[in-house]
């Protein structure tokens, strides 16, 4: 009977540990989330960036020690919370343009916040389980990992360059580092502070050391301080200004693509260059809603109106002439008229927006997979930048300006180009987060690159980007008309638009094998002592 009673006693009291680890798990997870949901406020509109810091110490100190497995469930909440607030605007597209109802459109966001919250999980499950040591290596181990998985989820599956540490940035003393290193060098820095805070929180509480707490923050302000001292550095030099006029048509996105609102798209565009002596004037992503083919006589009409020394750069659909009509060959692009020549087909594509993958599967399925002008095929590579007078302007169409080497590398090719052109209609993502943020990412291409950048879009937000990152002219969003301003087309390259992404990975490769190599260093001092004392 002892033993009967002994054996129940055990049984509960194994039974109340499990539970008691179970909600102490579920409460690490509710924890992760909360975490995660608060990041997207270091980004715009709202640009808190001491939110991400504090969001970050908090994220470390809950996946720090924990078994992989474990990390791996944190890692998914955390990420999980961080799209699911940073990333909601797919709603918008997804209901109110691509007419799904309000279950399927929550379903869909959902599935979608959710798959990207693996990158997060996929990255805590890396450092638990080859890099977690506990002590202070993970001053390097912790900021490298992060700034390795935000580097993969850039072009893992075509990639998704959104929601970065360093965007949030822009105004910052560390924006003095986006021409060194670019966005994934501003990460480092801001995961590395986190990092450093939180040894000395530990430090305090655990065994008080003025060496401990002290040298990381050191390190840090020296980091923040440099920046600040980067801020003055002038890495290009200025040409003649241009005049320039960026069109925003507010073309209702419901419409837009109707046989019988066409004609109203092309009769808005043609009225607003009414009397507009801008020696450029842009008009945004597929201003002209029918393919180049189609409207010959009416682009050479509007080509013939321009005054002899202006140019004009728009977006419209292009088919290619060589293709077959069973198979045919679509792009999203950019063409030059008057002064302005040449012409350029997007080469990033949005998933599921501009293309359908597994469309054989999927198209039909609902109507969201069936959305105007979602049948594009990428263009080739080593494009050539569109050409205005005796500068170079390289194009990107909507979502290629979220991809920092890909413009980088474009801008410091042979020919480098002299200022960002990019063309956008956001009106797929409405009054969300989604277009806010889209042009904090041309900020950055801006800092990066030291070049202006003119941002042309349907409905806004309608922009001129001076090479420090700085907002000189918008446009409020939903309102049809132009934008004018004066630029200095840019010459000279930065260290970023010459190396890309390559100092930042070297770097990260470099911490995570120094705190591997940093771990064996205790070991073979205690064998030799271990050795010494047998002998």
Request: charged share 15%; hydrophobic share 45%.
């Amino acid at each position: 009977m002892v033993l009967k009673n002994l054996n129940m006693d055990l049984s509960w009291k194994g039974l109340a540990s499990q539970l008691i680890a179970s909600n102490a798990n579920g409460f690490k997870l509710a924890i992760a989330f909360c975490l995660g949901l608060t990041l997207p406020l270091s980004f715009a509109p709202f640009d808190y960036w001491p939110v991400a810091i504090l969001s970050l110490i908090g994220f470390q100190a809950l996946v720090t020690g924990l078994p992989a497995k474990a990390g791996f469930k944190v890692g998914w909440s955390y990420g999980f919370g961080v799209f699911a607030a940073g990333a909601s605007w797919v709603y918008v597209s997804i209901h109110e343009y691509g007419f799904a109802p309000v279950p399927l459109a929550l379903l869909l966001t959902f599935l979608f916040t959710f798959l990207l919250g693996l990158f997060f999980a996929l990255q805590t499950y890396t450092f638990n389980r080859w890099f977690d040591f506990s002590d202070y290596r993970n001053l390097l181990t912790f900021p490298a990992i992060w700034i390795l998985f935000e580097w993969f989820r850039s072009w893992f599956l075509t990639g998704f360059p959104w929601l970065y540490l360093g965007y949030g940035h822009i105004e910052t003393w560390l924006a003095g580092w986006a021409p060194v290193f670019g966005v994934f060098g501003i990460g480092f820095i801001t995961v590395l502070t986190a990092s450093s805070l939180l040894l000395c929180i530990k430090s305090a509480i655990q065994n008080p050391s003025v060496k401990k707490q002290g040298l990381p923050l050191l390190v840090c302000l020296l980091l923040w301080g440099s920046g600040l001292l980067l801020t003055n550095v002038q890495w290009t030099t200025s040409k003649e200004e241009i005049s320039v006029t960026l069109m925003q048509g507010n073309i209702p996105q419901e419409k837009k693509w109707l046989n019988e609102y066409r004609p109203v798209s092309l009769k808005t565009y043609r009225e607003l260059n009414r009397n507009v002596h801008s020696d450029l004037i842009i008009w945004p992503e597929t201003a002209i809603p029918y393919f180049k083919h189609q409207v010959p006589d009416w682009l050479e009409e509007t080509e013939q109106l321009l005054q002899p020394d202006q140019g004009l750069i728009t977006g419209i659909p292009y088919l290619r002439p060589d293709s077959k009509r069973s198979n045919p060959i679509l792009h999203n692009s950019i063409i030059g008229m008057g002064q302005a020549t040449g012409m350029y087909h997007k080469q990033k594509l949005v998933p599921f927006g501009e293309y359908v993958p597994m469309q054989d599967i999927l198209r039909g399925l609902i109507q969201f997979f069936n959305l105007p002008m979602s049948n594009f095929r990428p263009g080739p590579a080593h494009q050539e930048p569109i050409k205005f007078r005796d500068s170079l302007f390289w194009p990107a169409i909507c979502y290629e300006i979220a991809y920092p080497s890909f413009i980088a590398e474009n801008i410091g090719n042979d020919h480098p180009s002299n200022v960002i052109l990019t063309i956008s209609n956001d009106a797929w993502f409405g009054d969300s987060l989604g277009p806010k943020q889209h042009l904090q990412l041309a900020q950055m291409r801006a800092l990066e690159n030291s070049r202006y950048v003119l941002r042309a879009t349907n409905t806004g937000l309608t922009a001129v980007i001076n090479e420090k990152g700085i907002i000189e002219n918008d446009m409020p969003a939903f309102i049809a008309g132009g934008l004018s301003a004066r630029i200095a087309p840019q010459q000279g390259l930065t260290p970023y638009s010459q190396w890309t992404d390559k100092p930042i990975l070297a770097l990260v490769l470099l911490s995570l094998l120094a705190a591997k190599l940093l771990g064996r260093v205790p070991s073979s001092i205690n064998n030799q002592q271990t050795n010494q004392l047998q002998s």
